[in-house]
């Protein structure tokens, strides 16, 4: 499998029929390009920050098992847009329990919370050992310790590489919304949410972007030093959606993810090869 992966160093998906991976069709004849047949909407799980609920799935299906968090099962990856490089995760940074966070937490932190199959789950700390976060369709502020539910956590304030606001002025943001539900709600998921907090940037907001065909993100995903294979979006929020799958999913099953697609790939081509010769 790991010589599969190695090939699979570049690859556009312009090719695959996609349809939106919110369960719409576009109203225009403007395609999406993406990898939406293989990912499934985001936070639909209970335990999750809770996608709205009309942007769920029937089909999609969480494992509600949790387990504590396995740094080796983590994927490093980059987000680039054009050449830039706007997003940067490598493994092994430490986490922590609730308790050890509050003393090193400062207002206006993003707080990134772990488990083994689950989607992380992000909040903004706002002072006074409380957090706002989206959880269930709803903006909410609640304690620290209680949004951990005993996972373990750090803060992430560098992994997006955009200038942050002033620690008030994320506050502020976040402040602002809670109590905001369901169809009052700009953001797909947690992350995207906390982001939005801390940077302002409207790419992390549902339809933040105009979609017209190209694809200006690239999603490096790092097996290794010789092993990664890229995907590309038209938005920053299609990008959120695919990498928090694969942190759910796990390392190990996007490198099989990865070769059954190669395989299914060259299955196709070896049978057009066979037709035309006939």
């Not at 991976?21 to 109203?27: A, S």
């Not at 293989?38 to 996608?51: K, L, P, R, T, V």
């Not at 369709?137 to 304690?143: C, H, L, M, R, S």
Request: charged share 30%; glycine share 6%.
């Amino acid at each position: 499998m790991g010589n599969q992966v190695e090939k699979l160093t570049h690859l556009n998906y312009a090719e695959v029929p996609t349809s939106d991976p919110n369960g719409f069709e576009p109203d225009d004849d403007v395609p999406r390009i993406g990898v939406s047949y293989i990912f499934s909407n985001d936070d639909g799980d209970d335990d999750q920050d809770d996608h709205m609920d009309h942007f769920s799935s029937e089909n999609h299906s969480v494992s509600h098992e949790e387990k504590p968090f396995d740094p080796q099962d983590e994927l490093e990856c980059a987000v680039y847009y054009r050449e830039e490089c706007v997003y940067e995760r490598n493994t092994g940074d430490a986490t922590h329990s609730a308790e050890s966070l509050l003393n090193n937490c400062r207002p206006g932190d993003l707080l990134e919370f772990l488990a083994t199959g689950q989607y992380p789950h992000w909040a903004v700390y706002v002072g006074d050992f409380q957090v706002v976060h989206l959880h269930r369709a709803e903006i909410k502020n609640n304690f620290l310790t209680d949004v951990s539910q005993g996972k373990k956590g750090r803060i992430v304030n560098g992994l997006y590489r955009y200038r942050a606001l002033p620690p008030e002025v994320i506050v502020r943001n976040a402040l602002d919304h809670v109590g905001s539900r369901d169809r009052e709600l700009y953001w797909r998921n947690s992350e995207c949410f906390a982001a939005w907090c801390r940077f302002g940037k409207r790419e992390f907001k549902i339809g933040g972007e105009i979609r017209i065909g190209k694809q200006p993100y690239r999603l490096k995903l790092l097996f290794s030093e010789k092993k990664s294979h890229v995907l590309e979006f038209q938005s920053l929020e299609d990008v959120i959606m695919e990498k928090r799958r694969n942190d759910q999913i796990g390392k190990d099953a996007v490198m099989q993810e990865l070769a059954n697609h190669l395989n299914a790939t060259h299955e196709i081509k070896d049978e057009d090869y066979v037709n035309d010769l006939f």
